[in-house]
Protein backbone atom coordinates (compact mmCIF):
# COMPACT_ATOMS: atom_id res chain seq x y z
CA UNK A 1 0.00 0.00 0.00
CA UNK A 2 1.37 3.54 -0.65
CA UNK A 3 -0.35 6.36 1.03
CA UNK A 4 -0.18 10.09 -0.90
CA UNK A 5 -1.44 12.94 1.24
CA UNK A 6 -3.41 15.39 -0.30
CA UNK A 7 -2.97 17.77 2.55
CA UNK A 8 -5.12 19.14 5.58
CA UNK A 9 -8.11 21.47 4.01
CA UNK A 10 -10.16 24.17 5.89
CA UNK A 11 -13.29 26.19 5.24
CA UNK A 12 -12.88 29.69 3.68
CA UNK A 13 -15.66 31.90 1.82
CA UNK A 14 -14.44 32.35 -1.20
CA UNK A 15 -14.29 35.92 -3.05
CA UNK A 16 -16.78 35.14 -6.18
CA UNK A 17 -18.63 31.49 -6.42
CA UNK A 18 -16.90 29.49 -9.09
CA UNK A 19 -18.37 28.18 -12.27
CA UNK A 20 -19.91 24.60 -10.70
CA UNK A 21 -21.20 25.75 -7.41
CA UNK A 22 -22.91 28.81 -6.26
CA UNK A 23 -21.74 30.88 -3.61
CA UNK A 24 -23.94 29.46 -0.63
CA UNK A 25 -22.30 26.50 -0.29
CA UNK A 26 -19.49 25.07 1.77
CA UNK A 27 -16.12 25.87 0.38
CA UNK A 28 -13.03 23.92 1.56
CA UNK A 29 -9.54 24.90 0.93
CA UNK A 30 -6.28 23.34 1.44
CA UNK A 31 -4.31 24.76 4.13
CA UNK A 32 -1.33 25.02 2.54
CA UNK A 33 -1.65 26.54 -1.04
CA UNK A 34 -4.79 27.62 -0.92
CA UNK A 35 -6.16 24.87 -3.58
CA UNK A 36 -9.79 25.05 -3.72
CA UNK A 37 -11.35 21.32 -3.25
CA UNK A 38 -14.11 21.31 -5.89
CA UNK A 39 -11.22 22.45 -8.49
CA UNK A 40 -9.32 19.87 -7.21
CA UNK A 41 -11.71 17.18 -7.50
CA UNK A 42 -13.84 18.50 -10.41
CA UNK A 43 -13.04 19.82 -13.77
CA UNK A 44 -15.09 21.57 -16.32
CA UNK A 45 -15.47 20.47 -19.97
CA UNK A 46 -17.88 20.10 -22.66
CA UNK A 47 -19.69 16.81 -23.83
CA UNK A 48 -19.72 15.63 -27.23
CA UNK A 49 -22.31 17.40 -28.21
CA UNK A 50 -20.88 20.73 -27.27
CA UNK A 51 -22.78 21.13 -23.29
CA UNK A 52 -21.15 21.71 -20.38
CA UNK A 53 -20.69 19.30 -17.87
CA UNK A 54 -18.19 18.52 -15.21
CA UNK A 55 -16.40 15.55 -14.50
CA UNK A 56 -13.87 14.08 -11.69
CA UNK A 57 -10.72 14.57 -12.09
CA UNK A 58 -8.42 11.27 -12.94
CA UNK A 59 -6.03 10.80 -10.61
CA UNK A 60 -8.93 10.93 -7.50
CA UNK A 61 -10.97 8.74 -9.46
CA UNK A 62 -8.82 5.77 -9.71
CA UNK A 63 -11.25 2.69 -8.66
CA UNK A 64 -8.72 0.80 -6.91
CA UNK A 65 -7.25 3.92 -5.12
CA UNK A 66 -9.35 4.39 -1.30
CA UNK A 67 -9.73 8.18 -0.32
CA UNK A 68 -10.25 8.93 3.04
CA UNK A 69 -10.56 12.09 5.23
CA UNK A 70 -9.16 12.14 9.21
CA UNK A 71 -9.96 14.64 11.60
CA UNK A 72 -7.87 15.57 14.89
CA UNK A 73 -9.82 13.95 17.51
CA UNK A 74 -8.52 15.11 21.05
CA UNK A 75 -9.89 12.00 23.26
CA UNK A 76 -7.07 10.21 21.30
CA UNK A 77 -4.52 12.94 20.23
CA UNK A 78 -4.53 11.56 17.16
CA UNK A 79 -6.36 12.05 13.32
CA UNK A 80 -9.04 9.25 13.31
CA UNK A 81 -10.16 8.08 10.01
CA UNK A 82 -14.00 9.02 9.33
CA UNK A 83 -14.95 7.62 5.54
CA UNK A 84 -12.72 5.49 3.45
CA UNK A 85 -14.50 5.21 0.28
CA UNK A 86 -13.90 5.19 -3.63
CA UNK A 87 -15.78 8.06 -4.72
CA UNK A 88 -13.80 10.93 -3.68
CA UNK A 89 -17.04 13.09 -3.82
CA UNK A 90 -18.15 11.56 -0.66
CA UNK A 91 -15.58 13.27 1.04
CA UNK A 92 -16.19 16.39 2.95
CA UNK A 93 -12.62 17.13 4.01
CA UNK A 94 -13.53 20.32 6.59
CA UNK A 95 -10.89 20.43 8.89
CA UNK A 96 -9.33 17.13 7.84
CA UNK A 97 -6.26 15.49 6.15
CA UNK A 98 -7.47 14.04 2.67
CA UNK A 99 -5.12 11.10 2.21
CA UNK A 100 -5.21 8.42 -0.81
CA UNK A 101 -4.32 4.76 -0.73
CA UNK A 102 -3.43 2.64 -3.64
CA UNK A 103 -2.81 -1.24 -3.54
CA UNK A 104 -4.89 -1.02 -1.19
CA UNK A 105 -5.92 -5.26 -1.24
CA UNK A 106 -8.28 -5.88 1.31
CA UNK A 107 -11.71 -6.52 1.59
CA UNK A 108 -14.07 -5.02 -0.42
CA UNK A 109 -14.93 -3.01 2.33
CA UNK A 110 -12.46 -0.43 2.95
CA UNK A 111 -14.69 1.70 5.40
CA UNK A 112 -14.31 -1.19 7.95
CA UNK A 113 -10.35 -1.67 7.32
CA UNK A 114 -10.03 2.33 7.43
CA UNK A 115 -12.45 3.62 9.74
CA UNK A 116 -11.46 4.38 13.10
CA UNK A 117 -8.51 3.97 12.52
CA UNK A 118 -5.57 6.52 13.14
CA UNK A 119 -3.44 8.01 10.50
CA UNK A 120 -0.40 9.36 10.75
CA UNK A 121 0.07 12.66 8.42
CA UNK A 122 3.79 12.57 9.26
CA UNK A 123 4.66 9.16 8.95
CA UNK A 124 1.77 8.48 6.17
CA UNK A 125 1.28 5.38 8.21
CA UNK A 126 -2.11 4.20 9.59
CA UNK A 127 -2.06 2.40 12.67
CA UNK A 128 -4.81 1.48 15.15
CA UNK A 129 -6.83 3.65 17.09
CA UNK A 130 -5.93 3.37 20.86
CA UNK A 131 -8.64 2.68 23.21
CA UNK A 132 -10.92 5.44 24.40
CA UNK A 133 -10.69 7.36 27.91
CA UNK A 134 -13.13 6.17 30.33
CA UNK A 135 -15.70 8.28 30.42
CA UNK A 136 -16.14 10.09 33.78
CA UNK A 137 -18.50 9.59 35.58
CA UNK A 138 -20.75 13.33 36.39
CA UNK A 139 -20.68 12.91 39.64
CA UNK A 140 -16.59 11.98 40.17
CA UNK A 141 -16.63 14.97 38.12
CA UNK A 142 -18.19 17.38 40.03
CA UNK A 143 -16.51 16.14 43.22
CA UNK A 144 -13.51 16.42 41.78
CA UNK A 145 -14.46 20.65 40.66
CA UNK A 146 -15.33 21.11 44.09
CA UNK A 147 -11.80 20.03 45.16
CA UNK A 148 -10.54 22.19 42.88
CA UNK A 149 -12.84 25.19 43.80
CA UNK A 150 -11.51 24.15 47.45
CA UNK A 151 -7.82 24.20 46.49
CA UNK A 152 -7.94 27.62 45.20
CA UNK A 153 -9.88 29.04 48.07
CA UNK A 154 -7.04 27.50 50.13
CA UNK A 155 -4.34 28.98 47.99
CA UNK A 156 -5.69 32.18 48.14
CA UNK A 157 -5.81 32.38 51.77
CA UNK A 158 -2.23 30.98 52.32
CA UNK A 159 -1.22 34.01 49.62
CA UNK A 160 -3.19 36.30 51.93
CA UNK B 1 5.97 65.17 -146.05
CA UNK B 2 6.38 61.97 -147.22
CA UNK B 3 3.47 60.65 -144.96
CA UNK B 4 0.10 61.29 -144.60
CA UNK B 5 -2.18 61.39 -141.34
CA UNK B 6 -2.31 57.85 -141.68
CA UNK B 7 1.39 57.76 -141.47
CA UNK B 8 1.54 56.30 -145.13
CA UNK B 9 4.74 57.15 -147.56
CA UNK B 10 3.26 58.67 -150.77
CA UNK B 11 6.44 59.09 -153.45
CA UNK B 12 6.35 63.06 -153.76
CA UNK B 13 6.70 62.89 -157.71
CA UNK B 14 5.48 60.91 -160.37
CA UNK B 15 7.04 58.27 -161.66
CA UNK B 16 9.43 59.40 -164.67
CA UNK B 17 9.44 58.96 -168.40
CA UNK B 18 11.57 55.58 -168.52
CA UNK B 19 15.03 56.40 -171.10
CA UNK B 20 15.07 60.42 -169.95
CA UNK B 21 16.63 62.68 -168.23
CA UNK B 22 15.66 62.72 -164.54
CA UNK B 23 15.37 66.51 -163.67
CA UNK B 24 16.93 67.95 -160.50
CA UNK B 25 13.88 68.61 -158.86
CA UNK B 26 12.37 66.21 -159.10
CA UNK B 27 15.60 64.05 -157.53
CA UNK B 28 16.35 66.62 -155.24
CA UNK B 29 12.72 66.47 -154.34
CA UNK B 30 12.83 63.14 -153.58
CA UNK B 31 16.46 62.75 -151.64
CA UNK B 32 14.86 65.40 -149.60
CA UNK B 33 11.74 63.34 -149.22
CA UNK B 34 13.65 60.34 -147.97
CA UNK B 35 15.86 62.09 -145.97
CA UNK B 36 13.26 63.77 -143.71
CA UNK B 37 11.42 60.19 -143.74
CA UNK B 38 14.48 58.43 -142.28
CA UNK B 39 15.45 61.15 -139.74
CA UNK B 40 11.46 61.37 -138.41
CA UNK B 41 10.29 58.91 -136.17
CA UNK B 42 9.05 55.76 -137.79
CA UNK B 43 5.68 55.20 -137.39
CA UNK B 44 4.42 51.58 -136.40
CA UNK B 45 2.54 51.00 -139.13
CA UNK B 46 6.24 51.40 -140.69
CA UNK B 47 7.60 49.09 -138.05
CA UNK B 48 8.81 52.03 -136.22
CA UNK B 49 7.78 52.82 -132.61
CA UNK B 50 6.66 56.65 -133.74
CA UNK B 51 8.64 57.73 -131.19
CA UNK B 52 11.64 59.77 -130.65
CA UNK B 53 12.72 58.39 -127.07
CA UNK B 54 12.95 54.82 -125.55
CA UNK B 55 10.20 55.48 -122.87
CA UNK B 56 7.55 57.43 -125.00
CA UNK B 57 8.36 54.00 -127.41
CA UNK B 58 7.83 51.36 -125.20
CA UNK B 59 4.42 53.80 -123.89
CA UNK B 60 3.27 53.93 -128.10
CA UNK B 61 3.98 50.43 -128.56
CA UNK B 62 1.15 49.24 -125.21
CA UNK B 63 4.56 47.72 -123.58
CA UNK B 64 5.61 48.03 -119.35
CA UNK B 65 8.60 48.96 -117.86
CA UNK B 66 10.80 47.41 -115.72
CA UNK B 67 12.88 48.37 -112.33
CA UNK B 68 11.62 51.64 -112.38
CA UNK B 69 13.36 53.17 -109.60
CA UNK B 70 11.22 55.65 -107.33
CA UNK B 71 12.24 57.83 -104.90
CA UNK B 72 8.81 59.81 -103.91
CA UNK B 73 5.43 57.75 -104.44
CA UNK B 74 3.65 60.65 -104.24
CA UNK B 75 5.26 63.06 -107.02
CA UNK B 76 6.59 59.69 -108.99
CA UNK B 77 5.18 60.17 -112.72
CA UNK B 78 3.63 56.40 -113.00
CA UNK B 79 4.13 54.38 -115.67
CA UNK B 80 2.81 50.52 -115.62
CA UNK B 81 5.42 48.23 -114.75
CA UNK B 82 7.20 47.06 -112.06
CA UNK B 83 9.11 49.47 -109.77
CA UNK B 84 11.13 49.42 -106.99
CA UNK B 85 11.95 51.60 -103.47
CA UNK B 86 15.27 51.90 -101.77
CA UNK B 87 14.80 52.47 -98.19
CA UNK B 88 14.11 56.34 -97.33
CA UNK B 89 11.72 56.55 -100.67
CA UNK B 90 8.93 59.32 -99.41
CA UNK B 91 5.78 58.12 -99.16
CA UNK B 92 6.28 54.42 -98.47
CA UNK B 93 3.87 52.42 -97.09
CA UNK B 94 6.62 51.89 -94.14
CA UNK B 95 9.00 54.75 -93.31
CA UNK B 96 12.51 53.42 -93.73
CA UNK B 97 11.59 50.46 -95.40
CA UNK B 98 12.79 49.12 -99.34
CA UNK B 99 9.71 48.43 -101.45
CA UNK B 100 9.58 46.34 -104.98
CA UNK B 101 6.26 46.21 -106.39
CA UNK B 102 3.77 46.43 -109.78
CA UNK B 103 1.48 49.53 -110.99
CA UNK B 104 -1.27 49.40 -112.47
CA UNK B 105 -3.16 51.87 -114.47
CA UNK B 106 -6.82 52.47 -116.14
CA UNK B 107 -5.96 55.43 -118.07
CA UNK B 108 -5.72 55.46 -122.09
CA UNK B 109 -2.02 54.91 -122.71
CA UNK B 110 -0.50 58.39 -123.35
CA UNK B 111 2.75 59.85 -122.55
CA UNK B 112 3.54 61.28 -120.51
CA UNK B 113 1.22 59.27 -118.70
CA UNK B 114 -2.34 60.87 -117.17
CA UNK B 115 -1.73 58.95 -113.72
CA UNK B 116 -5.78 59.88 -112.95
CA UNK B 117 -6.12 56.20 -111.90
CA UNK B 118 -3.34 54.01 -110.55
CA UNK B 119 -3.08 50.94 -108.31
CA UNK B 120 0.03 50.37 -106.56
CA UNK B 121 1.35 47.16 -104.84
CA UNK B 122 4.60 47.43 -103.21
CA UNK B 123 6.11 44.47 -101.52
CA UNK B 124 8.08 44.94 -97.94
CA UNK B 125 11.41 44.07 -98.28
CA UNK B 126 12.68 44.93 -94.93
CA UNK B 127 9.53 43.01 -92.70
CA UNK B 128 10.59 40.46 -90.00
CA UNK B 129 7.52 38.19 -89.70
CA UNK B 130 5.62 38.05 -93.24
CA UNK B 131 8.15 38.35 -95.76
CA UNK B 132 7.52 40.40 -98.78
CA UNK B 133 4.22 41.78 -96.86
CA UNK B 134 2.29 43.62 -99.55
CA UNK B 135 0.91 47.06 -99.10
CA UNK B 136 -1.91 48.80 -101.66
CA UNK B 137 -2.43 52.19 -102.54
CA UNK B 138 -4.72 53.91 -105.07
CA UNK B 139 -5.39 56.39 -106.98
CA UNK B 140 -9.13 57.14 -108.25
CA UNK B 141 -9.58 60.40 -110.76
CA UNK B 142 -6.38 61.89 -109.34
CA UNK B 143 -6.65 61.30 -105.36
CA UNK B 144 -4.49 59.35 -104.20
CA UNK B 145 -6.14 56.80 -100.70
CA UNK B 146 -3.70 55.80 -97.83
CA UNK B 147 -1.47 52.66 -98.22
CA UNK B 148 -3.45 49.77 -96.82
CA UNK B 149 -1.68 46.43 -95.49
CA UNK B 150 -2.55 42.80 -96.66
CA UNK B 151 -2.99 40.34 -94.74
CA UNK B 152 0.14 38.04 -95.00
CA UNK B 153 -0.01 34.16 -94.66
CA UNK B 154 -1.76 31.63 -92.77
CA UNK B 155 -0.17 32.06 -89.65
CA UNK B 156 -1.27 36.10 -89.27
CA UNK B 157 -4.65 34.83 -91.01
CA UNK B 158 -5.10 32.39 -88.16
CA UNK B 159 -4.29 34.84 -85.68
CA UNK B 160 -7.01 37.18 -86.69
CA UNK B 161 -9.67 35.04 -88.57
CA UNK B 162 -11.88 32.07 -87.19
CA UNK B 163 -11.19 29.37 -89.15
CA UNK B 164 -14.54 27.47 -90.34
CA UNK B 165 -13.72 24.05 -89.30
CA UNK B 166 -13.52 24.97 -85.75
CA UNK B 167 -11.66 27.43 -83.52
CA UNK B 168 -11.77 29.31 -80.34
CA UNK B 169 -12.67 33.18 -80.00
CA UNK B 170 -10.72 34.98 -78.22
CA UNK B 171 -12.85 38.24 -77.76
CA UNK B 172 -16.66 39.49 -78.62
CA UNK B 173 -18.70 37.77 -81.74
CA UNK B 174 -21.22 41.14 -82.39
CA UNK B 175 -23.52 40.20 -84.91
CA UNK B 176 -25.17 43.60 -86.68
CA UNK B 177 -27.00 42.23 -89.75
CA UNK B 178 -30.23 41.08 -90.12
CA UNK B 179 -30.79 37.02 -89.81
CA UNK B 180 -27.60 36.66 -89.88
CA UNK B 181 -27.59 33.74 -87.87
CA UNK B 182 -28.97 30.11 -89.58
CA UNK B 183 -28.41 26.80 -88.40
CA UNK B 184 -29.34 23.71 -90.59
CA UNK B 185 -28.22 20.81 -88.05
CA UNK B 186 -30.62 18.23 -86.37
CA UNK B 187 -29.74 20.20 -83.43
CA UNK B 188 -30.34 23.52 -81.89
CA UNK B 189 -28.07 25.90 -81.32
CA UNK B 190 -27.10 26.91 -78.50
CA UNK B 191 -25.07 29.45 -76.56
CA UNK B 192 -23.09 29.54 -73.23
CA UNK B 193 -20.80 31.79 -71.27
CA UNK B 194 -19.57 32.76 -67.83
CA UNK B 195 -20.45 35.00 -65.90
CA UNK B 196 -24.23 34.76 -65.21
CA UNK B 197 -25.91 36.98 -67.78
CA UNK B 198 -23.11 36.55 -70.10
CA UNK B 199 -25.88 34.11 -72.49
CA UNK B 200 -28.52 35.52 -73.55
CA UNK B 201 -30.62 34.58 -77.15
CA UNK B 202 -33.46 36.83 -78.70
CA UNK B 203 -35.23 35.62 -81.24
CA UNK B 204 -37.02 38.78 -83.34
CA UNK B 205 -35.82 42.41 -81.87
CA UNK B 206 -33.48 42.68 -78.66
CA UNK B 207 -35.24 42.13 -75.53
CA UNK B 208 -38.34 41.41 -77.00
CA UNK B 209 -40.48 38.60 -78.43
CA UNK B 210 -38.42 35.10 -78.34
CA UNK B 211 -35.97 35.65 -75.44
CA UNK B 212 -34.13 32.81 -73.93
CA UNK B 213 -31.25 33.53 -71.36
CA UNK B 214 -29.90 32.59 -68.04
CA UNK B 215 -29.49 34.50 -64.76
CA UNK B 216 -28.83 33.89 -61.11
CA UNK B 217 -32.47 32.91 -60.96
CA UNK B 218 -31.74 30.25 -63.15
CA UNK B 219 -33.05 29.08 -66.85
CA UNK B 220 -35.49 31.27 -68.29
CA UNK B 221 -37.54 31.07 -71.38
CA UNK B 222 -39.63 34.44 -72.39
CA UNK B 223 -41.42 34.65 -75.80
CA UNK B 224 -42.53 37.83 -74.29
CA UNK B 225 -39.85 39.51 -73.00
CA UNK B 226 -41.92 42.12 -71.12
CA UNK B 227 -44.29 39.65 -69.23
CA UNK B 228 -42.49 36.45 -69.32
CA UNK B 229 -45.83 34.83 -70.80
CA UNK B 230 -45.67 31.66 -73.30
CA UNK B 231 -49.21 31.28 -75.30
CA UNK B 232 -49.02 28.04 -76.39
CA UNK B 233 -52.31 28.05 -78.50
CA UNK B 234 -55.41 30.11 -77.99
CA UNK B 235 -59.17 28.43 -79.26
CA UNK B 236 -62.18 27.95 -77.85
CA UNK B 237 -61.53 24.21 -78.24
CA UNK B 238 -58.27 24.25 -76.04
CA UNK B 239 -58.96 24.29 -72.45
CA UNK B 240 -57.07 27.19 -70.49
CA UNK B 241 -54.07 25.73 -68.83
CA UNK B 242 -52.05 27.87 -66.63
CA UNK B 243 -48.34 26.41 -65.19
CA UNK B 244 -46.54 28.74 -62.98
CA UNK B 245 -48.21 32.36 -61.79
CA UNK B 246 -51.01 33.42 -64.02
CA UNK B 247 -50.97 36.89 -63.30
CA UNK B 248 -53.47 37.09 -66.69
CA UNK B 249 -56.07 34.62 -66.72
CA UNK B 250 -57.75 34.54 -70.60
CA UNK B 251 -60.75 32.44 -71.29
CA UNK B 252 -60.11 29.29 -73.73
CA UNK B 253 -56.35 30.03 -73.99
CA UNK B 254 -53.90 27.94 -73.53
CA UNK B 255 -50.97 29.54 -72.14
CA UNK B 256 -47.29 28.94 -70.25
CA UNK B 257 -46.28 31.77 -67.90
CA UNK B 258 -42.40 31.08 -67.13
CA UNK B 259 -41.78 33.77 -64.63
CA UNK B 260 -38.59 32.10 -62.50
CA UNK B 261 -37.85 35.61 -61.04
CA UNK B 262 -41.75 36.56 -59.79
CA UNK B 263 -41.88 32.46 -58.98
CA UNK B 264 -38.88 32.21 -56.81
CA UNK B 265 -39.74 35.50 -55.01
CA UNK B 266 -43.62 34.55 -54.40
CA UNK B 267 -42.59 31.44 -52.69
CA UNK B 268 -39.24 32.80 -51.23
CA UNK B 269 -41.77 35.05 -48.96
CA UNK B 270 -43.98 32.15 -47.92
CA UNK B 271 -41.07 30.78 -46.17
CA UNK B 272 -38.84 31.99 -43.03
CA UNK B 273 -35.61 32.42 -44.10
CA UNK B 274 -32.29 30.62 -42.22
CA UNK B 275 -30.63 33.65 -42.37
CA UNK B 276 -32.99 35.42 -40.08
CA UNK B 277 -36.74 36.14 -40.49
CA UNK B 278 -39.87 38.03 -38.98
CA UNK B 279 -43.07 35.66 -39.10
CA UNK B 280 -46.36 37.75 -39.39
CA UNK B 281 -49.08 34.74 -38.43
CA UNK B 282 -48.34 32.11 -36.39
CA UNK B 283 -46.43 28.86 -36.34
CA UNK B 284 -48.55 25.72 -35.98
CA UNK B 285 -46.21 22.42 -35.74
CA UNK B 286 -48.63 19.38 -35.87
CA UNK B 287 -45.68 17.02 -35.90
CA UNK B 288 -43.40 16.42 -33.36
CA UNK B 289 -40.32 17.87 -32.63
CA UNK B 290 -37.47 15.48 -31.45
CA UNK B 291 -34.27 15.40 -30.22
CA UNK B 292 -32.91 16.79 -27.11
CA UNK B 293 -31.87 19.90 -29.13
CA UNK B 294 -34.39 19.85 -31.52
CA UNK B 295 -35.98 23.58 -30.55
CA UNK B 296 -33.07 25.78 -29.26
CA UNK B 297 -33.76 29.68 -28.81
CA UNK B 298 -30.65 31.04 -28.24
CA UNK B 299 -32.19 34.80 -26.96
CA UNK B 300 -35.09 35.22 -25.03
CA UNK B 301 -38.19 33.30 -25.94
CA UNK B 302 -41.64 35.55 -25.18
CA UNK B 303 -44.34 34.15 -24.31
CA UNK B 304 -47.93 36.88 -24.66
CA UNK B 305 -45.99 39.62 -25.60
CA UNK B 306 -48.23 42.78 -25.13
CA UNK B 307 -50.37 40.63 -22.53
CA UNK B 308 -50.98 41.77 -18.95
CA UNK B 309 -50.16 38.22 -17.39
CA UNK B 310 -47.87 37.29 -20.67
CA UNK B 311 -48.38 33.50 -22.22
CA UNK B 312 -49.04 30.27 -21.23
CA UNK B 313 -46.89 27.49 -21.93
CA UNK B 314 -49.21 24.32 -22.46
CA UNK B 315 -47.03 21.03 -21.23
CA UNK B 316 -49.06 18.00 -22.50
CA UNK B 317 -51.16 17.23 -25.09
CA UNK B 318 -54.66 18.30 -23.63
CA UNK B 319 -53.13 21.44 -22.37
CA UNK B 320 -54.30 20.93 -18.56
CA UNK B 321 -50.73 21.12 -17.57
CA UNK B 322 -49.64 24.68 -18.08
CA UNK B 323 -47.27 27.47 -16.75
CA UNK B 324 -48.11 30.74 -16.61
CA UNK B 325 -47.09 34.06 -15.12
CA UNK B 326 -50.11 35.83 -13.10
CA UNK B 327 -50.14 38.96 -11.94
CA UNK B 328 -46.70 38.49 -11.58
CA UNK B 329 -46.69 35.24 -10.03
CA UNK B 330 -45.54 32.08 -11.78
CA UNK B 331 -48.69 29.88 -11.86
CA UNK B 332 -48.69 26.15 -12.88
CA UNK B 333 -52.50 25.14 -13.69
CA UNK B 334 -53.50 28.05 -12.90
CA UNK B 335 -52.39 28.13 -9.17
CA UNK B 336 -49.17 29.05 -7.83
CA UNK B 337 -46.44 27.07 -7.72
CA UNK B 338 -46.04 26.10 -4.32
CA UNK B 339 -49.35 24.80 -3.83
CA UNK B 340 -50.47 21.69 -2.94
CA UNK B 341 -50.50 18.93 -4.99
CA UNK B 342 -48.54 21.00 -7.91
CA UNK B 343 -45.48 19.24 -7.00
CA UNK B 344 -45.32 15.50 -7.28
CA UNK B 345 -41.37 14.10 -5.37
CA UNK B 346 -40.42 11.21 -7.12
CA UNK B 347 -39.92 8.23 -5.21
CA UNK B 348 -36.23 8.36 -4.15
CA UNK B 349 -34.23 11.30 -3.72
CA UNK B 350 -31.06 12.09 -6.21
CA UNK B 351 -30.20 15.51 -5.91
CA UNK B 352 -29.42 14.94 -1.94
CA UNK B 353 -26.91 12.40 0.09
CA UNK B 354 -26.01 12.25 3.62
CA UNK B 355 -22.16 11.31 3.68
CA UNK B 356 -20.17 9.66 5.99
CA UNK B 357 -18.50 11.89 7.81
CA UNK B 358 -16.84 10.10 10.98
CA UNK B 359 -17.38 9.02 14.05
CA UNK B 360 -16.53 11.90 17.06
CA UNK B 361 -15.66 10.25 20.56
CA UNK B 362 -17.05 13.10 23.59
CA UNK B 363 -14.91 13.17 26.28
CA UNK B 364 -17.06 15.62 28.26
CA UNK B 365 -20.86 17.29 28.19
CA UNK B 366 -21.31 20.12 26.79
CA UNK B 367 -21.70 21.91 22.89
CA UNK B 368 -19.28 21.05 20.23
CA UNK B 369 -18.95 20.96 16.60
CA UNK B 370 -16.14 18.89 15.54
CA UNK B 371 -16.74 19.14 11.81
CA UNK B 372 -17.45 22.94 11.68
CA UNK B 373 -20.88 22.30 11.53
CA UNK B 374 -21.07 21.39 8.24
CA UNK B 375 -21.94 17.66 9.69
CA UNK B 376 -25.06 16.65 11.66
CA UNK B 377 -25.70 13.93 13.96
CA UNK B 378 -27.73 11.12 12.31
CA UNK B 379 -26.89 8.19 14.44
CA UNK B 380 -29.33 7.03 17.44
CA UNK B 381 -27.65 7.97 21.16
CA UNK B 382 -24.22 7.31 21.47
CA UNK B 383 -22.64 4.01 22.30
CA UNK B 384 -19.34 4.54 24.66
CA UNK B 385 -19.61 8.44 23.97
CA UNK B 386 -19.03 7.83 20.43
CA UNK B 387 -21.59 9.55 17.46
CA UNK B 388 -21.96 9.24 14.03
CA UNK B 389 -21.82 12.54 11.71
CA UNK B 390 -23.16 12.85 8.24
CA UNK B 391 -22.57 15.73 5.51
CA UNK B 392 -25.45 17.02 3.49
CA UNK B 393 -24.61 17.00 -0.51
CA UNK B 394 -26.35 18.32 -3.21
CA UNK B 395 -25.87 17.43 -7.00
CA UNK B 396 -26.16 20.85 -8.76
CA UNK B 397 -24.44 21.01 -12.41
CA UNK B 398 -23.56 17.62 -12.08
CA UNK B 399 -21.22 17.61 -8.97
CA UNK B 400 -21.63 17.38 -5.52
CA UNK B 401 -21.65 20.29 -3.53
CA UNK B 402 -21.62 20.23 0.62
CA UNK B 403 -24.47 22.17 2.20
CA UNK B 404 -22.91 25.03 3.79
CA UNK B 405 -23.96 25.96 7.74
CA UNK B 406 -26.54 28.87 8.31
Given at each position: ??????????????????????????????????????????????????????????????????????????????????????????????????????????SDNPQEYFGGRVFDPAALAIRDRPPPPQPIDPEIAELKKTIENMQAEIAKLVRG | MPRDGAKIYHRPFPDVVPDTTVESTVYNGFVADVEADLNAPRPITAGGTAAITATEALVNLGGQHSAIIVTNYDSHVWLPGSFYSAAGATGAPVAGHAFAGIIYS????????????????????????????????????????????????????????????????????????????????????????SPVEASRFYVGSLGDVWHVYHNTLGSRLSVDGVTGIVTLSAGAAVPTATLGLATTAVANTAYVE?????????????????????????????????????????GHATLGNGTVNGGVL?????????????????????????????LAF?????????????????????????????????????????????????????AWANANVA
Amino acid sequence: MKIINHGRWVPYKPSKASGIFPAWVSYFRRESDGQDWYDYIYREDTDDNGRRRVTVRDFLSSAVSIKCAAIFQPAFSAYIIGPAVADVTKLCPINQHVFEVTGYTGSDNPQEYFGGRVFDPAALAIRDRPPPPQPIDPEIAELKKTIENMQAEIAKLVRG
Amino acid sequence: MPRDGAKIYHRPFPDVVPDTTVESTVYNGFVADVEADLNAPRPITAGGTAAITATEALVNLGGQHSAIIVTNYDSHVWLPGSFYSAAGATGAPVAGHAFAGIIYSSDPIAYPPANLNLIVEARDQNDTTVPGRLYVREKKAGVWGAWVEQLGGFTEADARYVNVAGDTMTGALTLTGVNNISYNGTHAGYFYGSPVEASRFYVGSLGDVWHVYHNTLGSRLSVDGVTGIVTLSAGAAVPTATLGLATTAVANTAYVENRASAYGEYFASLRVAKSGDTMTGALTVNGVITGQSALVVAGHATLGNGTVNGGVLYMNATNSHYIQSSGGVLNYNGQTVYHTGNLAFPASVTDIRFVYAGDWYYTAAGIEEPYGGHACVTGGWTRNNYLRHRYCQMLINGAWANANVA
